[in-house]
């Protein structure tokens, strides 16, 4: 991306507040709570939290939100780490919400003693009908005006256990009348007899997300706090706490989150597909999480040009799919060595080919600068083509393989088509060709021209393979938008399994997290489910973009 690019309207804050002393050291923090694995959404955030103190100098610290022990795990911690370093980000210091939760307890218990927060018994719903609505003002709890005292004993009592789970809250008193609902008295501690992840069974009280993040955004002294557009509304609150407690003041910023087509962003989705088994895991190459995209082949650098690409925004926007998959494009075109895997073969024979096998040189990578070297193919005179590649009566301004056409096999040489045969149900089954012995492939004599080239793979030679190819999750642009569950919109044709493609003996050895061209057919890359004679293959992307929606 150019130079020249001008500023988002974060690094305008930024830069305004560095030059007039406002700030002196920038501090951002990336805060994920671990209920789940991170998707592209949040590498739009990692990507601008990391990203802008590696432009202006300070640090960003990696904030565990783990205020609530039903749904977090350290599987979840360990994965949000891996995803992070992966993508070439490193934090300064690893906190957690939890690191805090004595310092917490003390601000809930100063708001109390300064007649700021109270203990209420009401119910759930009670308290929703207390709120009022955004038209009408809010009522008054009958235990909004305990006194103090009343109010330390029965917060003393419920972090010392003495009360069941929901049977009452520690609530601040603010603004019942206030045009912004989350004023209306929120719920700043619950009751949760749970098992923590990091502090086992030392709290059975919570910290709320809006009482914990923006005091442990002041613990850190944390100077520009980036959230996403759902968090507008809770900056008053989160101003709120801060003044009434008098700590480091932090302040919150918003920007538009990630939004893509064809698939949804929605953890709590994305762990339904999970749990209902629709997808293999959380890292199911067609997910958009960062360990499914890994999986699937996408580099870090192609993840990061592409949240350069999409911009900070502060007005929601709906991004396409394919704008994410011309940035993979673009990389591994650049780093990724082109080689030949047949998916649908077919057999083709050169009849007049006598040296029994011969070495041939293929050229790994045209397009990196170093082009990347070269690699030896084994040729003899059986091959494996794509039966896509052979029509019996060949359409107009057909190039590839049909009775009497020529064409050039990839780094070889130039065969004609002479005959063919079918088996009982019609099914071509053996293409036979003869070739120009002076029609090698650079050191070409033959002066026969031919506008088609076809790949291939020797048939005594060819090492085996599984390649599944991936599309587009759902089958509609946006499933969150659609009427129904969205799971209805599932596309069934999302993974294909071929069991047995040929690969050229070069592959036998590649590795995962390096990206390969199958020459004509895509991007792909080795899979983790490979064993030792049983290497697989995910399709990263294709050449080009093909996806049609249906109609």
């Known amino acids: 991306m150019s130079e020249e690019k001008s500023l988002n309207f974060i690094e305008e804050l930024i830069e305004n507040d560095l030059s007039s002393g406002k700030t002196k050291t920038l501090v951002t923090r990336f805060p994920p709570e671990p209920n789940g694995y991170l998707h592209i959404g949040h590498a739009k955030a990692i990507c601008l939290n990391f990203g802008l103190t590696q432009k202006y100098g300070g640090y960003t610290n990696l904030r565990f939100d783990d205020t609530n022990p039903v749904t977090e795990k350290t599987e979840y911690v360990d994965s949000q780490q891996a995803d992070i370093q992966w993508l070439g980000f490193q934090w300064k210091n690893e906190l957690y919400a939890s690191d805090y939760f004595d310092q917490l307890h003390s601000f809930a218990v100063k708001l109390i003693e ?5 203990v209420d018994h009401s119910t759930a719903e009670e308290i929703a009908t207390q709120k009022g609505t955004p038209t009408e003002p809010g009522t008054p ?19 010392n256990g003495e009360f069941a789970d929901g049977t009452c809250t520690l609530r601040a008193k603010i603004d019942l009348s206030s045009s912004n609902m989350l004023m209306r008295d929120p719920i700043i501690y619950r009751i949760k007899h749970a098992h923590h992840h990091r502090t086992g069974d030392a709290w059975c009280i919570y910290p709320m997300y809006d009482f914990a993040h923006g005091q442990s955004d002041s613990i850190e002294n944390i100077t520009h706090s980036i959230c996403t557009l759902e968090y507008v509304s809770h900056r008053e609150l989160y101003d ?31 762990m ?42 502060k007005r929601e926007n709906l991004i396409e799919l394919s704008l994410l998959e011309f940035c993979i494009r673009e990389d591994l075109n650049k780093r990724a060595t082109r080689v030949m895997a047949v998916l649908d073969p077919i057999k083709l024979i050169i009849t007049n080919y006598t040296k029994g096998e011969e070495i041939l040189i293929g050229e790994n990578n045209p397009e990196a600068e170093d082009k990347g070297g070269t690699r030896e193919i084994p040729f003899s005179n059986e091959l494996w083509i794509e039966r896509e590649d052979f029509m019996e009566e060949p359409a107009k ?27 009982q149900n019609g099914n071509i089954t053996e ?61 069934p044709d999302s993974m294909q399994v071929i069991k047995q493609a040929y690969i050229e003996p070069y592959l036998a050895n590649a590795e995962q997290g ?32 093909a996806w049609k929606p249906k109609a």
């Open 431 to 491: 293409i036979h060709c003869t070739y120009i012995p002076e029609s090698k492939s650079g050191e070409d004599t033959s002066g026969i021209n031919v506008k088609g080239t076809i790949h291939w793979v020797s048939a005594k030679h060819a090492e085996t393979a599984e390649v599944r190819l991936y599309d587009r999750l759902f089958t509609v642009e946006s499933p969150d938008s659609e009427e129904g569950d969205f799971k209805e919109y599932l596309n």
């Open 272 to 313: 339904q597909l999970v749990n209902e088994n629709m997808v293999s895991g959380w890292d199911d190459p067609r997910m958009p999480t960062i360990s499914g995209l890994r999986r699937r082949g996408y580099t870090p650098e192609s993840i990061k040009e592409f949240c350069e690409r999409i911009g900070i925004a």
């Open 397 to 423: 301004k057909w190039f590839r393989l049909a009775p009497g056409a020529t064409v050039r096999l990839k780094h070889a040489y130039i065969v004609k088509c002479e005959d063919f045969k079918k088996d």
């Open 141 to 159: 709890s009958a235990y909004r005006e305990r006194t103090v005292d009343e109010n330390l004993a029965l917060f003393a009592s419920m972090k």
């Open 514 to 545: 390096i990206g390969y061209q199958f020459i004509r057919k895509g991007y792909f890359s080795v899979d983790k489910d490979s064993k030792p004679g049983n290497i697989i293959f995910n399709r990263t992307v294709g050449l080009k973009e």
């Open 240 to 270: 709120w706490f801060i003044e009434k407690l008098g700590i480091f003041p932090s302040k919150q910023y918003e920007f538009a989150r990630l939004n893509l087509t064809y698939t949804v962003m929605s953890k709590r989705k994305l």
């Open 114 to 118: 300064d007649g700021l927060a109270y």
